[in-house]
């Protein structure tokens, strides 16, 4: 699988210890450094990467963590990202807003 935190450029061993951290109930065989800000994992197992994948967005720091399939195929750039969820708070908002 393909990932990126949207936001930040982290070196690989931050983003390996958080991927193992948050998929501990999946085995992860390994994490690889693409380019700057993407990087791929692979799962031992093909149903752990199909859960992760249904699992929708993660978050590091606050920030977005885009989880997408990768195929040999695929043109890797985040350019193509078309829509993002996002949490806003707003604080003594009316309940009925």
Known sequence: MLYTVLGANLPLDVID???RKIWAQYEVD?????????FLVRFKK????????????FYFARKPFMVKPWNPEMEINTADIQSLPIWVQMPGLDIKY
């Not at 390994?30 to 993407?38: A, D, Q, V």
């Not at 990467?49 to 967005?57: R, T």
């Open 46 to 57: 093909t149903e752990d990467q199909l859960e992760v994948l249904q699992k929708g967005v």
């Open 17 to 19: 210890h958080f991927v």
């Open 30 to 38: 390994k994490t690889c450094f693409i380019k700057s800000g993407l």
